[in-house]
């Protein structure tokens, strides 16, 4: 879906959708997830009291921790989503610090945590396998002995199934989208084209923007070797929102890692 010459320039991920990420994520039960989060630390016998949330994107998890009594830092590379995620605590006077930081070299000096979360695939955007281990090491830094890495992927599964192959024209809705993917088996890589039209509301004008969104499929065993190859300990894999082992057509998996003591 080339975009139209008429249109704003083609942007890398999270810069122009940022201010509509929440828009497009209505639908998305952060609640039940923290619920999720909640039974799988329990579930590990561990209770965090401090989270650092990694590639927090707008902040709407950190903000439900938060409120949940948690202390929450939270860290992405995107200027334009810790703009909203900044603006989302301010309004709702909560205490998060959050920091623009890329997680391959994730440094925020002495700072250790209970528990490191990274949620809705964002490490799937690592394209570089390189950048993935550093990652995991740059956590392993960031947690408090005993503390756990808790976070989800997109499976291969889902990036060749075309799971990014979205599109809203809703009549009612100001924001339309049209994603378009395509999944190379070979370089393992899911190539996004996003178009997005933002009715301004005055009944004739549109804001019209590109972004290209590039995700990486890795392997349950490359995941699992790299965790474990950093430092971490009791690698553990389930099919998304449950306690059961993947599945052959598991399109999320969540892992659990934990620091040793
Ligand atoms: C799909 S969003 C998820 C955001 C948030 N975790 C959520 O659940 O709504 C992916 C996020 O990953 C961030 N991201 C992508 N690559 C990153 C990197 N190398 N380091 C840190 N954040 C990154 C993006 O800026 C974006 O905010």
Not at 177 to 193: A, E, F, G, I, N
Not at 213 to 231: F, I, M, N, P, T
Request: proline content about 5%.
């Amino acid at each position: 879906m080339p975009p139209d010459p008429a249109d704003s320039p083609v942007e890398t991920s999270f810069g122009a959708v940022s201010p509509f990420y929440d828009t497009l994520m209505a639908g998305v039960p952060y609640r039940f997830w923290s619920d999720y989060l909640g039974k799988l630390w329990k579930k590990h016998g561990t209770q965090p009291k401090s989270v650092l949330d990694l590639a927090c994107g707008t902040g709407t998890m950190s903000r439900l921790l938060a409120t949940r009594g948690f202390a929450v830092t939270g860290s992405d590379l995107s200027a334009g989503m810790l703009e909203v995620a900044r603006r989302k605590t301010g309004d709702a006077d909560l205490s998060i610090d959050f920091f623009q930081q890329d997680a391959a070299e994730l440094d925020l000096g002495d700072l250790c945590f209970d528990a490191v979360i990274c949620l809705f695939d964002s490490l799937n955007y690592i394209l570089d396998p390189e950048r993935v281990q550093s990652a995991f090491a740059r956590v392993l830094a960031h947690l408090n002995p005993g503390g756990t890495f808790l976070f989800d992927v997109n499976t291969e599964y889902a990036l060749a199934e075309g799971m990014f192959n979205q599109s809203c024209t809703r009549r009612d809705e100001a924001l339309h989208y049209r994603w378009r993917s395509r999944y190379d088996p070979l370089t393992r890589l899911c190539t996004v084209h996003m178009r997005f039209e933002f009715d301004l509301g005055n009944g004739t004008e549109k804001q019209i923007f590109h972004e290209v969104h590039r995700q990486r499929a890795y392997s349950k065993e490359d995941l699992s070797v790299w965790l474990r190859a950093a430092g971490f300990a009791d690698v553990t894999l389930y099919d998304a929102y449950s306690t059961d082992p993947p599945k052959k057509r598991s399109d999320r998996l969540f892992y659990l890692a934990v620091k040793p003591n």
